[in-house]
């Protein structure tokens, strides 16, 4: 698989379209092992509009949902029978732990997500992952993944 996995690979990975997709590009993939994912941050972006008018600020959650958007990458293309599933049905955020965010995202930003496995198998992955912004953490968390 060549990288960087382009938005039009990545929607054929992922169910998700937009405004829900915050995958815009993989950098990096070690299968089974560690994934880096890009979401750039423009000020067009939907939830602007009412999350703290005059004072942009992309919602925490979607930065977490982001975070699991690249891990679900890293667990489906290391699970290839996965990618034969329905993709409505391919793989679903289960559990969230250890949360916490550092720093506000704001348009113009690129957040770099780095997701390692920690425990992984055909059907629940967990996973640790950190938001980068400038280099900066803006965001960690801990998740499962249900793959089916």
Do not use: C
Request: proline share 8%; charged share 20%; hydrophobic share 45%.
């Amino acid at each position: 698989m060549d990288l960087p996995l382009s938005y039009q690979e990545i929607t054929k990975i992922l169910p998700h379209r937009p405004p829900f997709l915050f995958v815009d590009m993989i950098t990096e993939l070690e299968l089974g092992e560690r994934v880096v994912g890009i979401k750039n941050v423009t000020i067009d972006e939907p939830f602007f509009g009412g999350h703290f008018p005059g004072n942009p600020i992309m919602p925490g959650v979607l930065i977490i949902e982001a975070m699991a958007q690249v891990g679900g990458i890293l667990a489906r293309l290391s699970v290839p029978e996965s990618m034969n599933l329905d993709p409505s049905k391919a793989i679903y955020f289960a559990a969230i732990d250890k949360v916490k965010f550092r720093r506000p995202v704001i348009p113009g930003n690129q957040i770099v997500f780095e997701l390692t496995a920690m425990r992984k198998g055909t059907k629940i992955w967990k996973m640790k992952g950190k938001a980068m912004v400038n280099g900066g953490l803006a965001a960690e968390a801990e998740f499962v993944a249900a793959i089916g």
